[in-house]
């Protein structure tokens, strides 16, 4: 009971990790498309779970827990997820969202992030957020099933609420997509992943969205 209680702590949009700054690229996308009705907005964030964070973030947080206090292999884990985001602003957001995610949980007193905090800090590692959760979770809860569905969880509420926010959606449709997005997230927690399960990523639209939105003049997120 207590682990379920800390995932919940941990995917609550009130903890202070730094994702009220970043919109995932949904932004850019809506600066693209304004006029997105909300079945194409709903596709649009089921895509992202399924082409970016099953394949992508979640296999970084999973590759993360699974190296614990191994300081190399974090590290060598955040250097492959800085050498394949190809989109600027979305390597810098994820480094400044996990050093947000560190900071939290250093303050909060966790031995680990402040490990990974200086670890950051002296170049070793480059803390991009899906390995700092990995490996700060791996401390934290008790396996790597209920560290995924945290991260399902955190990435669609942000998403829908950076959406919100931006007035694309409104607050009780945004809840009933976050609820359509629970059996996703839970079917795409559940598939197998091994060691040798490698990155990988395929938004070309919210890539450039995504590119396009740091050469704007007026934005509500960092990216």
Do not use: K
């Not at 089921?46 to 190296?67: M, N």
């Not at 590692?125 to 955190?154: F, N, R």
């Not at 950076?162 to 997230?185: E, N, S």
Request: net charge neutral.
């Amino acid at each position: 009971m207590l682990a379920t209680l800390r995932a919940i702590w941990q995917a609550d949009g009130a903890f202070p990790s730094g994702s009220i700054a970043f919109s995932y690229g949904i932004e850019g996308a809506l600066a693209l498309q304004p006029d997105l009705g909300s079945e194409a907005f709903a596709a649009l964030v089921q895509t992202i779970l399924r082409q970016r964070w099953a394949s992508y973030d979640r296999i970084a947080l999973l590759r993360a827990f699974r190296a614990r206090d191994d300081l190399d292999a974090i590290a060598a884990i955040d250097r492959e997820v800085e050498a394949s985001t190809l989109v600027e602003t979305l390597r810098t957001g994820s480094r400044r969202h996990g050093a947000s995610f560190l900071a939290s949980h250093a303050r909060l007193g966790d031995p680990r992030a402040g490990r990974l905090r200086e670890a950051v800090r002296s170049g070793r590692c480059l803390g991009h957020i899906a390995v700092m959760q990995g490996a700060v979770w791996s401390a934290t809860l008790p396996d790597a099933s209920l560290a995924q569905l945290t991260s399902g969880y955190a990435v669609a509420s942000s998403m829908i609420t950076a959406a919100v926010r931006l007035g694309a959606i409104g607050a009780l449709p945004g809840q009933a997509l976050l609820r359509d997005c629970l059996p996703l997230i839970a079917e795409l927690a559940a598939d197998e992943t091994s060691e040798l399960t490698e990155l990988s990523s395929f938004l070309p639209f919210l890539e450039i969205a995504s590119a396009r939105h740091a050469r704007s003049e007026v934005r509500l997120f960092a990216n």
